[in-house]
Structure formats: structure tokens, C-alpha cells
């Protein structure tokens, strides 16, 4: 049964960069048969999907963070990681990282971690 | 960007309740559509994938339909442990987007 668990700094000043790392735990990040993404949550908001990693190394990520945002995978470390730069109070959320299967015909979410909770504040 | 509507934004039932919420796209998505059930404090966990295909151990109670635009996740009838907040996703385009999510509450 495979896991994820978050991980990071809980406090993150404004203007700093976010790092998050993404745990995965009973498989493994570099099994072509799946990639990964980050989702965040800020209070009172709806989930908005921030990126993905494929094995290959290749990624995609939401316009709105396309310029700020790097999502890269750490095999001998079985991690993913998140980093944010020039974090604003608009970046304080819940952090979700999941797994999609990448050999399935529609694509979805179908393991997700317990999330990690970022407050950005001086 | 697709846009996804959902509605009711929230909702009071009672146990034992059919619950019926809809998800409505900005462009055709054909089935590329999932729902996903959050409760307090936890992650999402997903409940039906590809419009209408239920994941593995999510009770039959759970069924969704819609193909296009328009979308339904329908609780056939409603325990305690579904009053949660459910949200739609798609995943047709390469910038996955989510609906705001309908909060269903206790009557």
C-alpha cells in the first residue's frame, strides 16, 4: 500500500522560498507506471492544482504559479519535491502531494498525502 | 482555463437521504471528470473517476453520470459518514482544475 507524506517548514517569510518534499513510502517515484503532482488549499478556498512530474523528468505547471514554481523528483531519496519562490501571504494553504496512474486512458488522483500546513508571515 | 461549476455550494440532508450534486464544465470535457470527498482536517480522497467509474472500496452507495459539460454525483442514500464537502476535478486539458465544492451538512 503505497503512502505519501509531506514535509516542510510550517512558517515561510514573505519574499522567501517555499520548499516542500513529498515522501513516498511502499513504491517508488521512478515507476514509469505513475507521476505526481502538488495540490494546495487555502483556508476557506477551493483545491487548486499547482504541477506535475512525470519519471522522465518532464513537468507541467499552472500558469498562474508557471514563474515561480519547480517540481523535481529525488530517486535515492524516493522524494518529490515543491519549491515556491517569492512567497506571499496568498501562498499560505494546506500542501498536497498525489499520485496518478500514467497507464490509465483518464487521468485522476488516486493517493494523496495527509498534507502539510504552510503559513506565510513575518 | 475550463471552468468547473458546482452546485449546490452547500446542502442540509438527513441519514438516509438521496443527495444529488452537479458539476458543470466551461467547455466539453467528455468524461474526463472525477469527484473526490474531503472531510475536516483530512486530504481528499477520490470517490469516482472518469465520470461515472467507482474507485476501488468507495461504497456502491456513490454513482456518478454526465458526459460533456454536464456532470451529477449522486448519494443514493445518505450515511453519517458522507456529510463531507465533494469536490469535481477535470482533468481533459493539461491545466487540471477544480470545482469550489459543495459542502454537505446535517439536517
Known amino acids: 500500500q503505497v503512502q505519501l507524506q509531506e514535509s516542510g517548514p510550517g512558517l515561510v517569510k514573505p519574499s522567501q522560498t517555499l520548499s516542500l518534499t513529498c515522501t513516498v513510502s511502499g513504491g517508488s517515484v521512478n515507476s514509469g507506471s505513475y507521476y505526481w503532482s502538488w495540490i494546495r488549499h487555502p483556508a476557506g478556498k477551493g483545491l487548486e492544482w499547482i504541477g506535475r512530474i512525470y519519471t522522465r523528468g518532464n513537468s507541467n505547471y499552472n500558469p498562474s504559479l508557471k514563474s515561480r514554481v519547480t517540481i523535481s523528483l529525488d530517486t535515492s531519496k524516493n522524494q518529490i519535491s515543491l519549491k515556491l519562490t517569492s512567497v506571499t501571504a496568498a501562498d499560505t494553504a494546506v500542501y498536497y502531494c498525489?499520485?496518478?496512474?500514467?497507464?490509465?486512458?483518464?487521468?485522476?488522483?488516486?493517493?494523496w498525502g495527509e498534507g502539510t500546513t504552510v503559513t506565510v508571515s513575518s | 482555463d475550463i471552468q468547473m461549476t458546482q452546485s449546490p455550494s452547500s446542502l442540509s440532508a438527513s441519514v438516509g437521504d438521496r443527495v444529488t450534486i452537479t458539476c458543470r464544465a466551461s467547455?466539453?470535457?467528455?468524461?474526463?471528470l472525477n469527484w473526490y470527498q474531503q472531510k475536516p482536517g483530512k486530504a481528499p480522497q477520490l470517490l469516482i473517476y472518469a465520470a461515472s467509474s467507482l474507485q476501488n472500496g468507495v461504497p456502491s452507495r456513490f454513482s456518478g453520470s454526465g458526459s460533456g459539460t454536464d456532470f451529477t454525483l449522486t448519494i443514493s442514500s445518505l450515511q453519517r459518514e458522507d456529510f463531507a464537502t465533494y469536490y469535481c476535478q477535470q482533468s481533459y486539458s493539461t491545466l487540471w482544475t477544480f470545482g469550489l465544492g459543495t459542502k454537505v451538512e446535517i439536517k
Open positions: 498525489a499520485r496518478t496512474p500514467g497507464s490509465q486512458y483518464y487521468d485522476y488522483m488516486d493517493v
Open positions: 467547455q466539453s470535457i467528455n468524461s474526463y
